[in-house]
C-alpha cells in the first residue's frame, strides 16, 4: 500500500522571502560553493546519526555504512545529493527549509550595508547554506525520512525559489535526505561528472564521510553490442566509487597538509566564504588525549554581540560526532573561535550537563583558550597588521575578558588596543603605554566617555595635557566593564581620571590646599556658597586640580557607578543605585571669581547652576532641566 498523500502548499515568511530573494538574486558570486555546502549539509546529518545510535543502534537499520552520494543527469539537467544520514521529519523539514533561519531575520537585514561584495561575506555567518542550491537551480526537490520512522512517513518539499513552497508526504524505503537540483539553463556546466568530481576534491576532499559518484561507463568496443546467439543481454548494475579521501583532516601529521586544505575545512565548519587569518593544529597526549583544531577568522559575524546565539567548538569523541556548539571548551569572550576538539578520554554517552562539570572538559578548556591567547600574542607580536584587522572585528569582544576571565585577565589585558591622547589615529597597548610613561609616573591614566570625540575634548584632561601626561580614551559601552577587571597591570595601577580625588604631586603640580595659602579662606567661602545652592543634589564641592580652562567639572566616588554602567544596567531592566557626584571648582576661573563679589541672591543661584550644568553637560550627561538652564544662560547674557 502507497502511502496517502497529503500535500500542502506554503508560504515564506515575508523576511525569510526577502533574505532569499537577496540571496539568490544578489549575494552570492561563486556559484561553486553551492555542492560543497550541500555535502556539509549531508555530512551533518551522518554525524549526528552516528551520536543518535551510540543509544539506540536500531537507528541504524542494518545499515551502518554512512556514505554521501552525486548523481548527474547531463540529459535531464538534474544533480542529486544524498545521503542516509539521520533525515528529517515533515515538521522538520518545515521548520528547517520553510523560514531559512529560525531566529534573527529581521536584524540580519537591518545589518545588510548595500555593497554586495561585503554583504556576501555576511551571508556565510547566517547558516543558509541550503539555499546556495538555487544559485544554479531554478528549482530544489529534497526527499527526506527520518532514521527510525517508518516508510510511509517519508516527506518531499519542493520551491522554486519564489515565495511559496510544497510539502508532501511520500513513501519512501531508504532513510536520509536526498536534494534534487534542476539546473538553470546558464547553469548546466555543472550538470558534468567531471566538474562535479573537480568541485568535491577542492571544497570537501576532507570530509570525514564518503563522497561517492558514478564510476564512468567505458564506451562500448566494437562488437560489443551484436549478442550472441543464445546469450542473455547483461544489464549494466550502477556502481559508486569514492571520490574524496574521507579522511578527518585534524587526524592526519601537519606535514602532511597544506595550508589550502586547512583553509578549505575552516570553510567547512564555519559556513564562511573568506580564509581563515590564523589557526592551530595541536595533538596532546597524557593525562588527556585530545587533538584541537581552531581557527582565528578574518571577519566577524553579523550576530557577534549576541550572546545567547549558538556557539563553540565542534566536539567530537574518538572522531565520532557528538555536538555542534561545544561552547564548554572557550570562555563566552572567546566566542568568535571556531575550530574541532576530538577527545578519547572523555565517555561516549556524555551529555551536556555531565561535560558542564567534567574536570577532563575544565581541562581542556584551560588548554584551548590558553592557546588561542598564545595565537594572539604571537599575531599580536609579529604581524601587526593582521592582528590590528583581528581587533577591529573582535575588540569589542575581548574587551569582555578581563572582568570574565580572572586567571588570564593579564594576558587579555596585554591584547587589548587603546586610543590614546598620542594621537588622533594611533591605537596603543598597555605595554606601549607603560613604556612610554613619563620618569616618575606610577600609574595607567584612562578617561571613559559617551564618544572619542567627546573623550578628546573632555575637560578632566585639561592637566594631563599641562603636564604632558598620555591618557587613554575610553568610548565604548563595555568599556567600564572592562577596566573593572583590569585594577593594575605591570605593576602599575589604573586610575580613571573622572573619578576620586586625583594626586599629581610627583609631577610638581601641588595640591589646593598648599597652593596659596591666601586663597584658602576665599575659597571656602565660595565652596560654601556654591554647597547652600546645590543642596543634596552634590555629595561635596571642593577646589579641584584637574582644571585649568574650564571652570567645574563632575567627580564620581571611587565605588560609584559610570554613567556607561548605569544605561547597561537600566536597558537590563536591573535597579541602578543613584550616584551624587562631587563637584569640582576652578578657583582662578573669573565665573568662580564673580560668584565671590555677586551679591544678588537669583544671580548667584543662575551661575551656580550653570557652573552645575556646564560640568554635567561636559561629563556627557544629559540635564534633568534643559529649559532652566537655556533660561540662565539667557539671563547671563
Known amino acids: 500500500m502507497s502511502a496517502a498523500i497529503q500535500a500542502e502548499t506554503m508560504g515564506f515568511q515575508t523576511e525569510a522571502k526577502q533574505l532569499l530573494h537577496l540571496m539568490i538574486h544578489s549575494l552570492y558570486s561563486n556559484r561553486d560553493i553551492f555542492l560543497r555546502e550541500l555535502i556539509s549539509n549531508a555530512s551533518d546529518a551522518c554525524d549526528k546519526l552516528r551520536f543518535e545510535a551510540l543509544e539506540h543502534e536500531d537507528l541504524y537499520e542494518n545499515q551502518s555504512d554512512l556514505k554521501i552520494q552525486i548523481e548527474v543527469d547531463e540529459e ?47 551571508i556565510g555567518q547566517f547558516g543558509v547554506g541550503f539555499y546556495s542550491g538555487f544559485l544554479v537551480a531554478e528549482k530544489l526537490i529534497v526527499e527526506s525520512r527520518r532514521a527510525g520512522t517508518s516508510a510511509e512517513e517519508a516527506v518531499r518539499w519542493s520551491c522554486d525559489g519564489e515565495s511559496e513552497f510544497v510539502v508532501e508526504t511520500i513513501e519512501r524505503a531508504e532513510r536520509g535526505t536526498s536534494v534534487t537540483l534542476h539546473l538553470k539553463d546558464d547553469a548546466k556546466e555543472y550538470g558534468n561528472d567531471w566538474r562535479l568530481r573537480s568541485l568535491v576534491k577542492k571544497y570537501s576532499d576532507h570530509i570525514a564521510v564518503p563522497v561517492e559518484m558514478l564510476k564512468p561507463v567505458p564506451p562500448p568496443m566494437e562488437g560489443d553490442d551484436e549478442t550472441k546467439d543464445g546469450e542473455e543481454d547483461i544489464v549494466d548494475v550502477p556502481e559508486f566509487e569514492r571520490v574524496n579521501s574521507a579522511t578527518a583532516l585534524w587526524t592526519r601529521p601537519k606535514k602532511d597538509i597544506e ?221 567600564e566593564w572592562t577596566m573593572q577587571g583590569i585594577p593594575e597591570f605591570d605593576g602599575k595601577q589604573l586610575q580613571d581620571i573622572s573619578r576620586g580625588e586625583l594626586d599629581l604631586e610627583e609631577f610638581g603640580d601641588k595640591s589646593p590646599e598648599t597652593k596659596d595659602e591666601d586663597s584658602t579662606e576665599r575659597n571656602e567661602k565660595v565652596l560654601k556658597t556654591i554647597k547652600s545652592v546645590l543642596g543634596d543634589r552634590v555629595a561635596d564641592v571642593r577646589v579641584t586640580n584637574r582644571l585649568t580652562e574650564s571652570p567645574a567639572c563632575l567627580v564620581l566616588g571611587e565605588g560609584d557607578m559610570g554613567m556607561q554602567m548605569r544605561k547597561i544596567m537600566e536597558a537590563a531592566g536591573q535597579p541602578v543605585p543613584e550616584n551624587k557626584p562631587v563637584l569640582e571648582i576652578n578657583a582662578d576661573h573669573k565665573l568662580v571669581a564673580r560668584l565671590e563679589t555677586e551679591k544678588d541672591t537669583e544671580k548667584v543661584e543662575d551661575l551656580v547652576g550653570i557652573l552645575f550644568d556646564q560640568a554635567a553637560l561636559s561629563a556627557g550627561e544629559q540635564l534633568e532641566n534643559p529649559a532652566l538652564f537655556v533660561q540662565r544662560i539667557n539671563r547671563l547674557l
Open 76 to 122: 535531464a539537467g538534474t544533480i542529486t545529493v544524498s545521503d542516509n544520514g539521520i533525515g528529517m521529519t515533515r515538521d522538520e523539514i518545515v521548520a528547517n527549509l520553510g523560514t531559512i533561519a529560525r531566529s534573527g531575520t529581521a536584524e540580519f537585514l537591518g545589518s545588510l550595508s548595500g555593497d554586495q561584495q561585503k554583504d556576501s561575506h555576511l
Open 259 to 479: 595550508d589550502d586544505d586547512y583553509q578549505e575545512f575552516y570553510k567547512h565548519i564555519s559556513h564562511d566564504f573568506e580564509d581563515a587569518m590564523a589557526w592551530s593544529h595541536n595533538r596532546v597526549e597524557g593525562k588527556l588525549d585530545y587533538t584541537s583544531l581552531i581557527y582565528i577568522p578574518s571577519h566577524a559575524p553579523f550576530d557577534l554581540y549576541n550572546r545567547d546565539t549558538a556557539k563553540g567548538l565542534k566536539l567530537y569523541i574518538q572522531r565520532t560526532f557528538i555536538m555542534d556548539d561545544a561552547e564548554q571548551f572557550l570562555p563566552m569572550y572567546l566566542r568568535f573561535i571556531k575550530g574541532i576538539v576530538d577527545c578519547s578520554d572523555l565517555p561516549l554517552n556524555v551529555s551536556r550537563e555531565i561535560l558542564q562539570s567534567s574536570p577532563a572538559v575544565d581541562s581542556i578548556r584551560t588548554a584551548v583558550t590558553k592557546r588561542v591567547l598564545d595565537m594572539l600574542d604571537t599575531m599580536a607580536t609579529e604581524k601587526p597588521d593582521n592582528y590590528a584587522k583581528v581587533w577591529e572585528a573582535f575588540g569589542a569582544v575581548l574587551k569582555e575578558g578581563p572582568a570574565e576571565d580572572f586567571a588570564n585577565r593579564e594576558r587579555i589585558a596585554g591584547l587589548l588596543r587603546f586610543a590614546t591622547t598620542r594621537g588622533e589615529t594611533e591605537s596603543v597597548s598597555l605595554a606601549d603605554y607603560v613604556a612610554k610613561m613619563k620618569t616618575d609616573q606610577e600609574k595607567i591614566y584612562y578617561l571613559i566617555a559617551e564618544s572619542d570625540v567627546v573623550a578628546r575634548n573632555s575637560a578632566y584632561l585639561e592637566v594631563f595635557k599641562k603636564q604632558g601626561i598620555e591618557v587613554l580614551l575610553l568610548s565604548e559601552r563595555i568599556d
